[in-house]
Nanobody
């Protein structure tokens, strides 16, 4: 089973930016559909962004992050990214990388439910505070 590891969290002031990375083990990164979830203090885990196996324009962004976050992937580095701009205090939480094998022919399926994913990272803390 693929293993994923997040990095890049930290403390930032409102309006600031952070870049999260998720590295995956193994040689099958190109077969993985992936996503970023987050859990704010006292709240349920929620999807922030997701990307299909093929990448390109097949992405999902939660309404709360549209226009501020960008999800991307680099198959040559077996890494997925979440670029977060104009951060708000409500973006504070633990951010988790998730992955699953996608066997669809097109590779364009975007998965957004936690139950769709089989591999999870330990999470990286993002704190937005002045």
């Amino acid at each position: 089973q693929v293993q994923v590891v997040e990095s890049g969290g930290g403390l930032v002031e409102p309006g600031g930016s952070l870049n999260l990375s998720c590295s995956a083990s193994g040689r099958d990164f190109v077969l993985l559909a992936m996503g970023w979830f987050r859990r704010a203090p006292g709240k349920e885990r929620e999807i922030a962004a997701a990307i299909s196996r093929s990448g390109r324009s097949n992405v999902y962004l939660a309404d709360s992050v549209k226009g501020r976050f960008t999800i991307s992937r680099d198959n040559t580095k077996s890494t997925m990214y979440l670029t977060m701009n104009d951060l708000k205090t409500e973006d504070t939480g633990v951010y988790y990388c998730a992955a699953r094998r996608d066997w669809s022919a097109s590779g364009s399926t975007v998965y957004t439910h936690p139950g769709d994913f089989t591999s999870w990272g330990q999470g990286t803390q993002v704190t937005v505070s002045s």
